[in-house]
């Protein structure tokens, strides 16, 4: 196959843009630690009930887009029901079945004999309610017997219950395990693979992982209703996660090609996502690993057509563990096989160009601008952006220490001048419009801390302060929602403050820059450039702020960060920085960890006991992993949530890393002190 020459380019464009649609390699594992440790909560809160959880598909390999909308797939493993390959493994008093394949069951499918508790023996020609006889007369658990329709309002696929909120749809499918590998699948371990993928390591992982046993029959089978399908999707997820840059895009890529070009024009159910995941492990498997770079990823991606092209004309796709298994069966022929072939076809020959009508998530519209010119001056640019918030920032902390303190409802006449004097500064005027966002954000908080201090609510003075707290909100991508959730907050308005957290959290991904610690994100910089963002419009989507609380804003400063204003006295601090007092009393928090921290007390508030572990997990994983500015500051709430949620030997530990940490101007002697009197406390009341 000829490669055209600007392949290599529009390639390296491609795996910018999808880059800046949430589809970095960090994003990328963020997210799959994510659905890994909700895995994790889920089993623990359904172990009473005999149930281990397990998430596999898009969500759990990460391999999909807000644009795409993919379900969430759940498989319950049924814990008490053991799964027998022989009757040596048996035990007594346990509920056993025997893996059966016969002459006549498919590849891909097998049956489950049930075994008796009492003596390792198969039950013959016993038939009840739960048990039906196959033509040899061994009494089999009838796929069917796990599909009843008892939700009214959920969907029924096959094996699968769909449940649909207003966000999401999750697949939910109960299957038997079994850890010993089927002999249908043995080729898939002693396969010859000239490139060593996947390794000899993640074989004998997968191996040792095993397989399920799906309650669904083979379409075409005189016993379908004796059949269990078997699956390989632990073996799957553990492939996908191999990936590398490259191959991860690829795939991607991939479903949305199906999903707009072949599922809108030949049928939903023709070709399916997981029919193009057997494609790229077959393509993988028989390709050398230095073909799969950034630079090639188009033409990775026609040699995925190729080989689909082939299997459609072969009227075959071959399971990637059971090539015996062809899952082309009732899918593709006569008319379907034409226009399908016809499609790919014509896919290869756009060149390339099919890619720019993909609309998911806006990919194809941003790759089309990111080709309109040549990428020149990167690093200028960074630096020029980097320069312009650095300088933000500066002056935001000399302002807070002239004005703040003394606002009153009238404080935004005293800032007014202020603004004057910036203008005639070298900063530009959009600056100075971003300050006053600022301080916009500020002053509604000040206004609502002076509400809240009084013992009747002055619901005049919330509702001047929540205006302040709107317009704040657009300063940047995250400082001003933040504050203006922590104001939901209080007012118990957990929903609201809920749907500022979750959109926060939404366009995180694509930040260009955290102002406190100074990342820049040059792929979002490729995308400003080529498309002449503004600077107004730069901060306010893709740059975060950390998040300042004053003195004056005490009532409405989360309990977590008030000790940060009396990390030092006075006397103590003007001895060693005259100009440094009114910093020292701010709490400051970087907007990463504020926005777990607030996620942690909706679900405090809700009592949403799993949601909560996994807001405190990503707030320990953001202080372990991420690169934070205030981290004394982020340790001192971690200790505060921990707290919170009973675990006080932890809340005891964390303050006294922030110490060692940071020896002078730390709030965490407040937290070790509290926790101290506590301990004495709970002592002396045993006593």
């Not at 010993?180 to 490139?195: D, G, N, S």
């Not at 650095?390 to 807070?400: D, H, M």
């Not at 799993?610 to 971690?638: E, F, P, Q, W």
Request: hydrophobic residues 40%.
């Amino acid at each position: 196959m000829e490669v055209p020459d600007y392949y290599d380019a529009v390639s390296v464009r491609l795996m910018n843009v999808m880059d800046t649609i949430g589809l970095m390699e960090n994003i990328r594992w963020k997210r799959i630690e994510i659905w890994t440790q909700v895995e994790e909560l889920l089993t623990i809160e359904h172990y009473k009930d005999k149930v281990k959880v397990h998430i596999f598909g898009s969500q759990a390999e990460a391999t999909t887009t807000s644009g795409l909308r993919s379900d969430i797939d759940i498989v319950s493993h049924l814990i008490p029901i053991t799964v027998l390959e022989d009757l040596q493994s048996w035990e007594p008093g346990s509920v056993s079945f025997l893996m059966i394949m016969d002459d006549i069951t498919p590849p891909g499918y097998g049956k489950l004999q049930q075994v008796y508790s009492d003596v390792p023996v198969p039950i013959y020609y016993l038939q009840t309610d739960s048990l039906m006889l196959n033509r040899t007369g061994r009494s089999c658990i009838p796929s069917n017997i796990v599909y009843h329709k008892q939700y009214t309002y959920a969907e029924y696929h096959g094996p699968a219950v769909t449940f649909k909120d207003a966000i999401k749809s999750y697949d939910i499918v109960v299957a038997l395990q079994i850890h010993a590998w089927p002999y249908t699948a043995l080729e898939w371990i002693t396969r010859h693979r000239e490139h060593n993928w996947p390794s000899p390591e993640t074989i004998v992982s997968i191996q040792q992982s095993g397989i399920f046993f799906v309650p669904v029959g083979h379409t075409l089978s005189p016993e379908r209703h004796l059949e269990w399908r078997i699956s390989f999707s632990y073996g799957e997820k553990i492939l996908v996660w191999q990936f590398n840059s490259t191959q991860y895009k690829c795939y991607i890529v991939l479903k949305m090609i199906n999903n707009y070009f072949i599922r809108k024009r030949i049928g939903k159910n023709v070709l399916t996502s997981y029919h193009w995941k057997t494609c790229m492990f077959y393509m993988i498997e028989s390709t050398p690993t230095d073909m799969w770079q950034p630079q090639n990823l188009l033409h990775c991606i026609e040699l995925c057509f190729m080989k689909m092209c082939t299997w459609v004309e072969e009227l075959n796709c071959p399971n990637y563990f059971i090539p015996a298994e062809n899952m082309f069966l009732e899918k593709v022929n006569g008319h379907v096989q034409r226009k399908l072939s016809n499609m790919l076809h014509d896919l290869i020959r756009q060149k390339g160009r099919y890619l720019t009508m993909i609309p998911f998530d806006g990919m194809g519209q941003k790759l089309y601008m990111a080709c309109q010119s040549p990428i020149t001056q990167i690093n200028d640019e960074i630096k020029w952006i980097t320069n312009d918030m650095s300088f933000v920032v500066s002056i935001i902390f000399s302002c807070i220490q002239l004005t703040w303190f003394n606002l009153s409802r009238d404080g935004f006449q005293i800032i007014s001048p202020l603004f004057e004097r910036l203008h005639s500064h070298a900063a530009r005027q959009e600056i100075c419009n971003i300050l006053q966002r600022l301080y916009c954000s500020n002053i509604g908080s000040h206004l609502a801390s002076q509400c809240l201090k009084q013992q009747t609510i002055d619901q005049e003075g919330l509702d001047m302060a929540y205006e302040f707290l709107l317009l704040g909100s657009s300063s940047d991508s995250a400082s001003g929602k933040l504050k203006m959730a922590n104001f939901y907050l209080l007012q118990n308005n957990v929903i609201l403050a809920e749907n500022i957290l979750q959109n926060i959290e939404e366009n995180y991904a694509i930040l260009i820059l955290n102002v406190a610690v100074g990342n820049s994100n040059e792929l979002t910089v490729l995308r400003i450039v080529n498309e002449n963002i503004s600077t107004t419009d730069i901060v306010r989507h893709y740059c975060a702020f950390p998040v300042p609380y004053l003195p004056s804003e005490m009532y409405c400063t989360p309990r977590a960060l008030i000790p940060e204003m009396f990390r030092s006295t006075g006397s103590h601090h003007v001895s060693l920085n005259p100009d440094g007092y009114y910093w020292q009393s701010l709490a400051v928090v970087d907007p990463v960890l504020y926005l777990y921290f607030l996620h942690h007390q909706c679900c405090h508030l809700q009592n949403k006991i799993t949601h909560k572990m996994v807001a405190l997990s990503n707030m320990i994983r953001v202080i372990l992993h991420g690169m934070l500015k205030y981290k004394d500051t982020a340790l001192n709430v971690l200790a505060y949530s921990l707290k919170e949620d009973g675990f006080l030997v932890q809340s005891y530990a964390v303050p006294s890393k922030s110490m060692k940490l940071k020896n002078h101007h730390n709030a965490a002697k407040w937290q070790i002190a509290h926790l101290v009197n506590y301990a004495f406390r709970w002592l002396g009341g045993r006593h």
